[in-house]
């Protein structure tokens, strides 16, 4: 079975840092651009980054830009986005998703997804 779990979510205060952690399982990282959503309250889905297949490309929106860093480690079958400088409005449900397959899989598009997880759960507040 073809699945991506994340991990790591948890209450910070605002200024402070968390690293999610995307696992997959039933298939290998280094075939799929995977992107990282959010869904705050009352809001929308909203892809906030993504990166290749290869790893070598990397895409952020402007909200989070500057402050999440999204790695990879095909070995470990795992995507990692670190997030600094965690602000309330970036209080959400977090999710990893595939959103290319293919062995030159890009981040053109973190509209939609495959795989997609429960989600982990990130709470910004003093």
């Known amino acids: 079975q073809l699945q991506l779990a994340e991990s790591g979510g948890a209450l910070v205060q605002p200024g402070g840092s968390l690293r999610l952690s995307c696992a997959a399982s039933?298939?290998?990282?280094?075939?799929?651009?995977i992107g990282w959503f959010r869904r705050a309250p009352g809001k929308g889905r909203e892809g906030i980054s993504c990166?290749?297949?290869?790893?070598?490309?990397?895409k952020y929106v402007d909200s989070v830009k500057g402050r999440f860093t999204t790695s990879k480690d095909n070995a470990q079958k795992a995507v990692y986005l670190q997030m600094n400088d965690l602000q309330p409005e970036d209080t959400a449900v977090y999710y990893c998703a595939a959103v290319d397959e293919g062995w030159y899989a890009n981040c053109d598009q973190i509209d939609s997804g495959s795989f997609w997880g429960q989600g982990t759960q990130v709470t910004v507040s003093s």
């Open positions: 039933g298939f290998t990282l280094d075939y799929y651009a």
């Open positions: 990166i290749s297949a290869s790893g070598t490309q990397t």
